[in-house]
């Protein structure tokens, strides 16, 4: 917060000395962030408790809770937001935003910090709204380019949607407790029908914030904001914030949401990770990839295995981060070195890159590792993370066949899926013959972007998890763990062999072979589905209400105004003519009739002779006639 609020006090004239001083003010928090989890992890939580706001009776509190969970989230959040910050300052040098942008990544930050660190349910609302703000500023950072600004908005309208169920769970469960304290809602005993309705009302946020099935079609979109934004938003924030609301309150969740849970999860995962197969800019298809790997968490904990979808959510903050740095590494050299040639292509289409492992060697080594992470390979973070969510689901389908079978192979399935879509684009991007890039003069980005992307990639190895390389007990999970315990060694083995496969079939398979299908390309039309069913009858609607506003509401009104002034106007001339003029007309006669009387005393002979010649004439034509 303090780095938001110093980074937007910064004059034009010193707009460079914000790339110093963000970057110094999350290095605080980093560290600070590592004292804390140091402190926490492993031990008794940690609560502090202030009052917030007085309703009625009714006391309401605010204050800070940290467990293991919440630990490990400030480290992750703190730790990625410095090296994205870090990463920024070479990234967008020179850009005529750079101070709102590094003071919106700072409040962005602190808002996702306020969620992971809030005791309270409704403290973790008003900062869940923080992010959405945040992310709406970031993603449509470059004002000018109107895809931005388009896909500034969907992401928040998609977020609303999501949190005005949020919100009704958050009245739901108030009304049935009276409580929004997670540890006090914790203690409540029994499972109540009202829980399933309220829980999955909060599954819908997290379906908002974490682009879940139907509502994730913001997300691939939301690529149109810088890089290092992507970065931030898909590895440690806004999308990891539905998971770690999830495995926060996981007690208030029934069997039946847990069950709808892991099928949204599954789904989600599938469509995604299918999705990512087709796409053609680079951005886009880390962009599904995280939907996928989302997905798969989501169902980790609707399977029952909270610490699993924890422990994938570590590994892929990551290994996710590093992939989407390395492609901003890619994007921001080719870009200077079009500049420079005085030519311009697509450089996020993969299609016209290849050959770059020559130019870009640091760039290809540190894909390669935060790649086959991603890919869950052996030796790499990834590998063990899968393990334990493919575990967990593997124990929480049981031996009887059932529908969690189909949740459980379709699983496997984007395993499977992943290692392919991995495998296509860094081929694609490093391998084969350069195409347009041949002969653009194309170098490796300063130290102060590798730097970042070196210690993400070393941490997409193994040795983060666990000491030993097939088994995922180790430091992280062992204190998250806490429930069930499934332990199935013959999945790993299993998993070894499928992603073995996966990687031969994509070597000889889809080596040189493209997949092409409009219904993967375009996320299986789910825009237009909403356009049609939803976009559609809603304009229908507004300008029927419009029809009505204007025609038959304005319509009314302007007749019923015309016809006020036209009686307005008769009373007036009524008024003037026939009131006034029978009053004025009286007058007149009157005047006239006293002038005549007058003049018969007037003491004027001319005219006593012609008023008795006039009598006279009168008299004789009277006696005549």
Not at 276 to 284: E, M, N, P, T, W
Not at 513 to 523: A, F, G
Not at 526 to 535: F, N
Request: glycine share 8%.
């Amino acid at each position: 917060m303090v780095s938001f609020i110093v980074s937007g006090r910064i004059s034009e004239k010193y707009s460079w000395a914000v790339t110093f001083i963000a970057p110094l003010f999350l290095l605080v928090s980093a560290l600070s962030a590592g004292y804390v989890f140091y402190t926490i992890w492993g031990d008794q939580p940690y609560a502090v408790q202030w009052s917030w706001f007085t309703i009625g009776d009714t006391t309401l509190s605010a204050g800070i809770y940290l467990n293991n969970i919440s630990a490990l989230m400030v480290l992750i959040v703190t730790l990625i937001s410095f090296l994205v910050h870090v990463y920024s300052t070479g990234y967008m040098a020179g850009d005529e935003g750079i101070i709102r942008y590094f003071s919106m990544l700072g409040f962005f930050t602190f808002a996702m910090l306020g969620i992971v660190l809030a005791d309270s349910l409704l403290l973790v609302f008003v900062f869940w709204e923080m992010v959405g703000f945040a992310s709406y500023m970031l993603i449509g950072h470059w004002k000018d380019k109107p895809e931005a600004a388009a896909a500034a908005s969907k992401a928040f309208l998609f977020n609303r949607i999501g949190d005005a169920g949020f919100l009704i769970g958050l009245m739901l469960i108030w009304t049935n407790t009276g409580k929004f304290d997670l540890a006090e809602l914790a203690q409540v005993q029994g499972i109540y029908s009202w829980q399933t309705t309220a829980s999955l009302c909060l599954f819908c946020g997290v379906m908002g914030k974490s682009a879940q099935f139907p509502l994730l079609t913001w997300l691939p979109d939301a690529m149109e904001g810088p890089t290092p934004v992507s970065a931030l938003i898909h590895a440690a924030t806004m999308v990891a914030a539905g998971v770690f609301l999830l495995a926060r309150v996981d007690f208030l969740f029934t069997p039946i949401a847990l069950d709808v849970i892991a099928i949204v999860g599954i789904i989600t995962a599938c469509m995604a990770a299918l999705s990512a197969l087709v796409q053609s800019d680079i951005k886009k298809i880390l962009a599904y990839s995280t939907i996928s790997q989302l997905g798969l968490m989501i169902t980790a904990i609707g399977a029952g295995s909270s610490s699993a979808a924890m422990l994938h959510l570590f590994t892929h903050a990551f290994f996710k981060a590093c992939l989407f740095l390395c492609a901003g590494i890619v994007i921001h050299v080719l870009h200077q070195a079009q500049q420079q040639a005085h030519t311009h292509f697509n450089v996020q289409d993969i299609r016209n890159l290849g050959g770059l492992r020559k130019k870009l060697p640091f760039t290809f080594i540190a894909f390669i590792l935060s790649g086959s992470a991603l890919a869950g390979l052996p030796f790499f973070s990834g590998f063990l993370s899968k393990d334990a969510i493919l575990t967990a689901i593997a124990g929480w389908k049981g031996n009887d066949f059932s529908w969690r079978w189909i949740v459980f192979i379709a699983a496997f399935i984007v395993s499977f899926i992943t290692v392919i879509y991995t495998f296509r684009m860094i081929w694609t991007v490093f391998m084969g013959e350069e195409k347009s890039t041949a002969s653009l003069p194309v170098v490796e980005p300063p130290l102060v972007m590798r730097g970042p992307v070196a210690l993400l990639a070393i941490a997409s190895v193994w040795l983060i998890v666990s000491v030993n390389p097939f088994h995922y007990h180790g430091w992280i999970f062992n204190v998250l763990h806490s429930g069930k315990h499934f332990d199935l060694g013959i999945i790993s083995f299993i998993s070894a062999l499928w992603i073995t496969l996966a990687v031969a079939t994509s070597y000889f398979v889809f080596r040189k072979k493209t997949i092409s299908s409009e219904l993967l390309l375009n996320n299986f039309y789910l825009d237009k589905l909403y356009t049609s069913a939803i976009g559609k009858p809603s304009l229908r609607l507004a300008s029927m209400a419009s029809f009505v506003d204007k025609k038959c509401i304005d319509g009314f009104i302007h007749v019923a105004a015309y016809a006020q002034v036209t009686t307005a106007h008769f009373i007036g001339w009524f008024d003037r003519a026939i009131v006034d003029g029978t009053v004025n007309g009286i007058a007149s006669l009157s005047r006239v009739a006293g002038n005549m009387t007058r003049s018969f005393q007037g003491g004027k002979i001319q005219l006593y002779i012609l008023w008795a010649i006039l009598a006279i004439i009168i008299f004789l034509i009277w006696t005549l006639f």
